[in-house]
């Protein structure tokens, strides 16, 4: 009943109508008035902000810049890193139906991707959720040395994809807006990012446009929460033993090796 319920409100509220109002109040004049009180709210350290006093709109807040020497990039070619100031929700193998587990429901990369061609090249593999709450910072970042084969949008709402929404949710992230790019790494394995958008706002401005992605270069950024899933094929990655869910995890930091 539950889960009913909190569809059906979802249903009701998450429009274009209530995405435009939203997007409207985040980027008026005034909203910048709510700045010192969400900086309070999510104890948001300001001393790692590029220009800390330069935003006009909330909007400007939400996709703040750090300043890069608090977010090193662990150099190595075979290391990859976190793309974003995040928590791992979920983490683990993907079956050999292309199966993978996020709060206890069940998704498949082929819905993921929109494409079971694409998918394919992910069974057996692994994968890792990145959630991002309101309070993190929101530019998003390439997690490796790669090259773009191929990038598309899919989906066109977005549902809550924190703690309730992932719960209770119809597979948020599977069936949110979403921007998905393959890459072939340099060990010339594949890895997918895909890019998911939050409730109301289905923005996720891609900000590099280059074919060739250099790790810990910003690829884009999202307005409010959000989440970041990455996947790779079979026998190409393996986690460092630290990652692990509920791991917080920043831009740059090592997540694992390529094989």
């Known amino acids: 009943m539950k889960r009913k319920i909190y569809q059906t409100l979802v249903e009701l509220t998450n429009g274009k109508k209530s995405s435009a109002i939203l997007q409207r109040i985040t980027k008026s004049k005034w909203s910048s008035k709510l700045i010192p009180s969400y900086i309070r709210t999510y104890k948001i350290d300001m001393n790692e902000v590029l220009k800390p006093h330069s935003f006009e709109t909330l909007h400007d807040f939400f996709i703040r810049q750090l300043d890069r020497q608090y977010r090193p990039v662990v150099e190595g070619d075979d290391v990859v890193v976190s793309p974003v100031d995040a928590k791992i ?11 993978f587990y996020v709060k206890e429901k069940s998704y498949t990369v082929s819905e993921l991707l929109g494409n079971k061609d694409y998918a394919s090249f992910y069974e057996d593999g692994v994968y890792v959720v990145f959630y991002l709450s309101p309070a993190d910072y929101h530019r998003i970042h390439s997690p490796l040395n790669g090259h773009i084969k191929k990038q598309y949008v899919l989906g066109s709402k977005s549902y809550p994809v924190n703690q309730t929404g992932l719960t ?6 599977s069936g949110n807006y979403r921007h998905v790019s393959h890459l072939i790494c340099k060990n010339t394995k ?6 998911v958008g939050a409730m ?9 446009q280059a074919r060739d992605w250099k790790k810990g270069d910003e690829i884009g950024h999202f307005t409010f929460g959000s989440t970041v899933v990455l996947l790779f094929e079979k026998n ?3 986690f460092d033993d630290h990652i692990k869910p509920t791991t917080r995890v920043r831009v740059g930091e090592k997540i694992g090796s390529m094989l």
């Open 190 to 195: 594949k890895c997918a990012v895909v890019n």
């Open 89 to 99: 929700e979920s983490i683990g193998s993907i079956s050999t139906n292309g199966t």
């Open 168 to 173: 209770f949710g119809k597979s948020p992230i």
């Open 236 to 238: 190409s990655f393996t």
């Open 200 to 208: 109301f706002v289905n923005s996720i401005q891609i900000t590099n």
